[in-house]
């Protein structure tokens, strides 16, 4: 699965569910989509996710599921917590 930004961003607000070794799969919300830049023919973007507290991912790539875009792997990098939620990044990056 190749991401690119305008895919993403009508998907923000709705869940992926990311497959877990053990037990059922985690259900993150996709809360933003943020462009930074375009270098020698790649643009970068970010995805950031929030999840439950109770269920938190460490860094690693995951198999994702979404009823839009099907499935495909993610590298996803936990940056931090609040009183309700964990927070993570995505830093992808695509030809364009």
């Known amino acids: ?3 690119t930004p305008e895919q993403l961003q009508p998907l923000t607000g709705s ?8 037990g059922a799969p985690v259900t993150l ?3 933003s989509v943020n462009e930074a830049r375009s270098d020698q023919g790649f643009r970068q ?3 950031y996710f929030s999840g439950p507290l109770d269920a938190p991912l460490m ?5 994702i599921r979404h009823p ?3 499935e495909g792997p993610l ?5 931090g917590r609040d009183a309700e939620q964990m927070c993570y990044e995505a830093a992808c990056s695509c030809q364009g």
């Open 1 to 3: 699965m190749i991401l």
């Open 15 to 22: 869940d992926f569910a990311f497959e877990v070794a053990e």
């Open 29 to 31: 919300r996709l809360d």
């Open 45 to 47: 973007f970010s995805l």
């Open 59 to 63: 860094q690693g790539t995951y198999l």
């Open 68 to 70: 839009v875009l099907g």
């Open 75 to 79: 590298f996803l990098v936990p940056t």
